[in-house]
């Protein structure tokens, strides 16, 4: 037992040194994106009642989440999912707000994902939401957003591909679909099955134009003007205005100098019932799942008392870190290199000389040396981490010793002159 209480339970880990340096870095560079497009810092609490994330506005089902309850027995759960904790905020803090509010937040989710799929049951998201606003530009700079981020965590080569629930939904409509149906059915063209597409339709009573536009979803991925051409092949509205908006978004993307990133795919369908229009993702190799995810949800907030359109993303900052590590990106970080060793009575001069240190923006740790222990204990031993000089006050504490951490090469420098 005493040994099972070192390891952390399944789904969750430890990071430390190194790894916990470059996350923090990586984590400050995107808040760093954030801030230059205007977004405010929110936070909102690690967990809420169970009904903020109900079937019809959160992310992952009922058994996914991590429930308990209070004293009062209310059900409460730990936030599986930040969008509809930030909707429920601005309900309640923002209701009389006419201008677009724009947000940012960095957050620990928790979803009880079974073990075999591989998943870690706690992660780090960071994303933002623009509320108040329907527009192609505001769906252009969330994508626009989302490149400047990941390329300021140092990621080259990646792509975001853009969707449109809008699209599918309209025709679904149109073709009397009930939402079961339309469930199996978006299931089907997310996974690109084309025999499951084609068996589905077949047995239903969907006119051949139709079947023919629902055969081409699962396919219907790449360069915009591919997805373009199904204007020829639909007189749906909905379907139609969401191919425009789309477009439009696209050109937006150009002014940006971003358009060269995007791809398109009306086969990508979130099984996230809160996205009413655009949705992205974001994909690099080094990672077998998606690094961002996003879209446009304009009905969440209403279920909450606020009828406000709202578009926003995520990124998950776990796999953007296996993605750097796997490509060999290198993340500067700024890492303690530096250790003043002391003997207990030099305490007065080692104190002066951390505080000179510090003072110059340089970090330094602080070790009172045990009798017991010679130097080269402390040496070897701070080897293991990120120090690579260490400066020994001996009991006078008049001289610094530079003692190289990594080779044991000293030199020594009068304290008076080092100070100087």
């Not at 909905?238 to 150009?254: F, G, M, P, S, Y």
């Not at 799942?289 to 926003?312: E, H, N, S």
Request: glycine letters at 6%; one cysteine or more; proline letters at 3%.
């Amino acid at each position: 037992m005493d040994n099972q209480l070192l390891h952390t339970p399944d789904g969750v880990r430890d990071i430390y040194r190194d790894e916990c340096q470059k996350k923090l870095a990586v984590q400050d560079g995107v808040h760093e994106v954030f801030r230059l497009y205007g977004y405010e810092d929110i936070e909102t609490p690690t967990y809420e009642f169970f009904d903020i994330f109900n079937k019809e506005r959160g992310s992952v089902s009922n058994q996914e989440m991590f429930k308990f309850f209070d004293r009062d027995n209310n059900t409460l759960v730990l936030r599986p999912d930040v969008t509809p904790a930030i909707a429920r905020c601005v309900v309640k803090y923002f209701m009389d707000s006419e201008a677009p509010l724009r947000l940012c937040y960095l957050a620990r989710t928790f979803i009880n994902n079974s073990s075999y799929q591989g998943r870690l049951k706690e992660t780090t998201h960071t994303g933002a939401e623009m509320i108040g606003e329907d527009s192609p530009e505001a769906d252009a700079e969330m994508i626009a957003m989302v490149i400047t981020c990941l390329k300021s965590a140092g990621l080259k080569e990646f792509q975001v591909e853009l969707g449109q629930v809008e699209f599918f939904r309209g025709l679904a409509d149109e073709a009397g679909m009930d939402e079961e149906t339309q469930e199996e059915l978006r299931e089907l063209i997310e996974n690109k099955n084309y025999f499951g597409v084609e068996e589905l339709i077949s047995e239903r009573p969907v006119k051949e134009s139709m079947k023919e536009v629902f055969l081409k979803l699962p396919q219907l991925f790449g360069p915009l003007n591919e997805i373009s051409r199904l204007r020829s092949m639909t007189d749906n509205k909905r379907a139609l205005k969401a191919i425009e908006r789309l477009e439009r978004v696209q050109t937006i993307l150009e002014a940006y100098g971003m358009a060269e990133y995007v791809s398109y795919d009306l086969g990508m369908l979130s099984k996230y019932k809160y996205y009413t229009g655009i949705i992205f993702k974001a994909y690099t190799y080094g990672t077998g799942d998606y690094i961002v995810t996003g879209g446009r949800y304009d009905k969440l907030l209403l279920q909450f008392g606020k009828d406000r359109p709202a578009v926003g993303f995520v990124i998950v900052v776990d796999r953007l870190l296996q993605a750097l590590s796997r490509q060999k990106i290198e993340i500067e970080t700024s890492p303690v290199s530096t250790a003043i060793l002391y003997d207990p009575s030099a305490w007065e001069n080692a104190v002066r000389l951390a505080c000179h240190l510090r003072e110059n923006q340089m970090a330094v740790q602080m070790i009172r040396r045990e009798e017991s222990k010679a130097t080269e204990v402390y040496r070897k031993s701070l080897a293991e981490g990120p120090v690579r000089n260490l400066l020994f006050l001996d009991e006078k504490g008049e001289t610094v010793h530079f003692i190289g951490v990594r080779d044991g090469k000293s030199h020594d420098i009068p304290f008076a002159e080092y100070m100087m």
